[in-house]
């Protein structure tokens, strides 16, 4: 486990608990990377809720209740996936607030319009708005994936 994400999850996990909450997690780019990190945590089970790790179009909408619409519209690596992905983690889990991610780490896959290491990661808090970004990262699928779990996490405790 990378020393500084550990360090950053056991942050998360700190601050869930001063908040008296869990997260849910819907993961695409990163495999499930993001619900490791956290459960490396001992105590994680205190605040971590569930991940969902949902590569395929089919499992976003069949676990997350992505619209097939949206998928076809805009495309799995977009804001409108990503925002419907961190809603449809929290519709289907008990945790407070959700994170959601969904990218191209690549090596291949990336387009002009949406090239390799494009991220986009989704915040959301229950009763609350979703909040979205769009990343560029650099770097091979490694670097793409470890970046998007640091700024996935150091998003809940900013």
């Avoid at 470890?146 to 150091?154: C, F, K, S, Y």
């Amino acid at each position: 486990m990378d020393k500084e994400l550990f360090v950053l999850a056991q942050r998360v996990g700190q601050f869930l608990v001063a908040q008296g909450t869990t997260i849910a997690l819907a993961e695409s780019c990163t495999g499930g990377l993001i619900a490791a990190t956290l459960t490396e945590v001992a105590g994680s089970s205190a605040w971590f809720d569930r991940g969902f790790v949902t590569y395929s179009n089919q499992a976003k909408i069949d676990l997350l209740g992505v619209k097939p619409e949206t998928l076809q519209q805009y495309g799995a690596v977009s804001a409108e996936t990503a925002t419907q992905m961190v809603s449809g983690a929290l519709a289907h889990s008990n945790a407070g607030c959700a994170i959601a991610v969904t990218g191209i780490a690549g090596p291949d896959g990336g387009t002009l319009e949406k090239p390799v290491g494009t991220v986009f990661i989704a915040w959301q808090w229950r009763n609350r708005e979703a909040v979205v970004v769009r990343k560029k990262f650099d770097g091979d699928r490694q670097d793409v994936r470890r970046q998007t779990v640091w700024i996935a996490l150091e998003g809940m405790v900013l």
